[in-house]
């Protein structure tokens, strides 16, 4: 646990004082600033506007920011060949996956609660009070985070490039987001092979609209206890299997 702790501060390091963290974070913010210019050009249902255009903006960049993070964190330490210099050191092959995968979490995570809060301050600033949904849109966005983070480690276990893993991610990403026009593809077209490939895609792809739960909250729609713990569950079992996929994938590349 130690050594893995240990991967998970130097990953974390890493990231916050990459390039691609300072970029995706300001990004975010200035959207979610953006969304105040945005709520003056309309009469009505301001305060949804914020609420809509900041969610939107911390869902997509957490989202980017995981995809980069991930898909260059275990190829990337081979291309640096530092991989090397970690097992030299009493780190097994099992602690460096958990370690960046942990590291990635940290990352996302501080990302998510500095996006994050601004939109909450924005929003109580301008209603005087903040609903449950917001806080569990927030939380969401955070699983989706943990799936996609996992699906770019498992990708980086094998690849022969981070471009390559992160590309990748990245596919599953705009896949996993188009489950429901995947569905009524399955619906709708004739030939049975296509059929057949697509109905795979969507029993091995993750369902990243489980997620989506931005237009409930907008409306002020309650979203179920029940709801939110089969995504909790959904969540785990996915990125468990993601990352078991991703140790054996790596103890069998040869370094």
């Keep these: 646990m130690q050594a893995i702790l240990a991967l998970s501060e130097k990953s974390f390091r890493k990231a916050i004082t990459s390039k691609i963290f300072?970029?995706?974070?300001?990004?975010?913010?200035?959207?979610?600033?953006?969304s105040i210019l945005l709520e003056q050009l309309t009469f009505t249902a301001k305060l949804k506007i914020i609420k809509d255009v900041g969610l939107v903006s911390i869902s997509i960049f957490t989202a980017l920011l995981a995809i980069f993070l991930s898909g260059e964190s275990i190829v990337g330490e081979i291309e640096r060949k530092t991989v090397y210099l970690l097992f030299s050191k009493p780190v097994n092959?099992?602690?460096?996956?958990?370690?960046?995968?942990?590291?990635?979490?940290?990352?996302?995570?501080?990302?998510?609660?500095?996006?994050?809060?601004?939109?909450?301050?924005?929003?109580?600033?301008?209603?005087?009070?903040?609903?449950?949904?917001?806080f569990l849109a927030l939380g969401f966005i955070g699983l989706e985070s943990l799936v996609i983070s996992s699906v770019g480690i498992?990708?980086?276990?094998?690849?022969?490039?981070?471009?390559?893993?992160?590309?990748?991610?990245?596919f599953v990403y705009i896949l996993g987001h188009l489950f429901p026009?995947?569905?009524?593809?399955?619906?709708?077209?004739?030939?049975?092979?296509?059929?057949?490939?697509?109905?795979?895609?969507?029993?091995?792809?993750?369902?990243?609209?489980?997620?989506?739960?931005?237009?409930?909250?907008?409306?002020?729609?309650?979203?179920?206890?029940?709801?939110?713990?089969?995504?909790?569950?959904?969540?785990?079992v996915y990125s468990g299997i993601m990352l078991f996929l991703a140790y054996i994938f790596f103890r069998r590349r040869q370094l």
Excluded: H
């Design 22 to 34: 300072v970029i995706f974070l300001l990004f975010a913010v200035g959207l979610i600033f953006l």
């Design 181 to 236: 026009q995947l569905n009524l593809l399955i619906r709708v077209l004739p030939s049975k092979i296509i059929k057949g490939f697509i109905l795979v895609a969507v029993w091995i792809l993750p369902n990243l609209e489980y997620f989506n739960i931005r237009g409930k909250v907008v409306k002020g729609e309650p979203i179920g206890f029940l709801y939110t713990g089969e995504i909790i569950l959904y969540t785990l």
């Design 154 to 170: 498992m990708f980086s276990s094998f690849s022969s490039s981070s471009i390559t893993a992160t590309f990748l991610c990245f």
């Design 93 to 134: 092959k099992k602690n460096f996956i958990l370690g960046n995968f942990l590291g990635i979490v940290w990352t996302v995570a501080l990302s998510l609660v500095t996006t994050g809060g601004i939109l909450l301050l924005l929003v109580f600033l301008k209603q005087g009070y903040l609903e449950g949904g917001l």
